[in-house]
Nanobody
Framework: QVQLVASGGGLVQPGGSLRLSCAASGSIFSIYAMGWYRQAPGKQRELVAVITSGGSTNYADSVKDRFTISRDNAKNTVYLQMNSLKPEDTAAYYC?????????????WGQGTQVTVSS
């Protein structure tokens, strides 16, 4: 069994910063990609950023140059540093991870953490 626990959301003013964390725990053999998605009310869930175990990253165009994804492989944790936040960044943010266990490879999701950008 694998669990992903996300934290770090909150209310921030436009232009502010937040750092999200997501820690994976359980019977983990290895983790390939870890990522962050977000879903605003009435919209589909969308990719924000993803990082591989080797450190390769990919970002949505809307967050490039403002958000930075990183990970600590020893802690099975992924981070999302969000700077210059805009009201349109308001959403529930979800982490996920492609995890290898003794049962094979599967994608696991964490619970959402709410980010609200408002003055």
């Amino acid at each position: 069994q694998v669990q992903l626990v996300a934290s770090g959301g909150g209310l921030v003013q436009p232009g502010g910063s937040l750092r999200l964390s997501c820690a994976a725990s359980g019977s983990i053999f290895s983790i390939y990609a870890m990522g962050w998605y977000r879903q605003a009310p009435g919209k589909q869930r969308e990719l924000v950023a993803v990082i591989t175990s080797g450190g390769s990253t990919n970002y949505a165009d809307s967050v490039k140059d403002r958000f930075t994804i990183s990970r600590d492989n020893a802690k099975n944790t992924v981070y999302l540093q969000m700077n210059s936040l805009k009201p349109e960044d308001t959403a529930a943010y979800y982490c996920n991870a492609d995890v290898t266990t003794t049962l094979g490879v599967r994608t696991y999701w964490g619970q959402g953490t709410q980010v609200t950008v408002s003055s």
